[in-house]
């Protein structure tokens, strides 16, 4: 994996929504925060602009994505938030630049579709907080933590154990996001590899017989069975009927990995939650799931 350079001060930061529309006020905040840790911030023309429910129209989002893209003098882009939109002008993405320049890119859940493509050109990408879901008051350490994996210190993550974890430990490359992006991919050339990886999901707003598709879906295209382990974080404001289903996310979850002998780790603290941690997309990371605490941990610089 190709892991691009990290950061120092006076390194350029983009800001860009290839997404949903993003409120100018977080923008502004995250750019403060990053510019008083020393960096250039360039926020694009239309990061703030609103169509309906994206930032700009697929042309301007596409424009300004693929200008991120290849600017060489870019260091990082920070996609300012999710929602949905990504998909739309994905195909159309050049990355032949990129890839003789490559440079970070950061953001979660939508954004899920640029970690997928990345991880199958073999480039390293950040799983972490954009612009829409931070906040200086609960929000801060992801962010610290953030800068810190951006400028190349490690750092550990020490978790309390939920019940429905599985013992073990292993160490491989970690891959994954949003679940409902995953399964969205699925038989086209963006399609997610998992074999001999830690998979990490999340998602917000599905409904339980839908995340139970997924999962079935998952299984059936040999998603699950070759995993080293599986990492699963915020399954958040899960829908259900009025019949209800019978399952909450994470009993779903388990129900379609039980027979498989790798290391679970559930709570995991990252997704559409409030300080939702940061972590390197196509790096190795060590996973022990221990009986009362899980440790997970990058194993390289």
């Known amino acids: 994996m190709i892991k691009p350079k990290y950061l120092e001060k006076g390194d350029k930061i983009i800001i860009t929504s290839p997404a949903g529309r993003v409120t100018k006020e977080s923008v502004d905040i995250y750019a403060a925060f990053l510019r008083e840790r020393g960096f250039i911030v360039e926020i694009t023309e239309?990061?703030?602009s609103r169509y309906f429910n994206y930032a700009a129209t697929d042309e301007l989002r596409l424009k300004e994505m693929q200008e991120s893209l290849?600017?060489?003098?870019?260091?990082?882009i920070l996609c300012s938030r999710g929602g949905y939109g990504t998909g739309r002008i994905l195909s159309s993405l050049n990355f032949a630049n990129f890839e003789k320049n490559p440079k970070w890119v950061v953001g979660?859940?939508?954004i899920t579709n640029l970690h997928l493509h990345l991880n199958?050109?073999?480039i390293m990408s950040v799983h972490g907080p954009m612009t829409q879901s931070f906040t200086l008051s609960e929000d801060k350490e992801s962010v610290d933590n953030l800068i810190k994996l951006l400028i190349g210190d490690t750092f550990e993550y020490n978790i309390r154990n939920n019940e429905l974890n599985k013992t073990g430990e292993c160490e491989a490359e970690i891959v994954g996001g949003n679940l409902s992006i995953i399964y969205s991919l699925q038989g086209t050339k963006y399609e997610i590899n998992t074999d001999n990886?830690?998979?990490?999901?999340?998602?917000?707003?599905?409904?339980l017989y839908h995340l139970d598709r997924i999962m079935i879906s998952l299984k059936l295209g040999g998603k699950l069975s070759k995993l080293k382990g599986l990492v699963v974080g915020g399954f958040t404001d899960m829908l259900d009927h009025k019949n209800p289903f019978g399952k909450n996310a994470y009993e779903i979850i388990k129900e379609h990995i039980v027979e498989y002998d790798y290391p679970v780790c559930f709570d995991f603290p990252a997704g559409h939650i409030s300080n939702n941690q940061p972590f390197t997309v196509g790096e190795t990371y060590k996973l022990e799931v221990k009986d009362k605490t899980v440790d997970f941990y990058m194993k390289t610089k």
Request: proline residues 0%; contains cysteine; negative net charge.
């Open 46 to 48: 239309n990061c703030t």
């Open 70 to 76: 290849d600017d060489e003098e870019a260091s990082l």
């Open 108 to 110: 979660f859940s939508d």
């Open 120 to 122: 199958n050109l073999g």
């Open 197 to 207: 990886k830690i998979l990490f999901i999340e998602d917000l707003n599905e409904y």
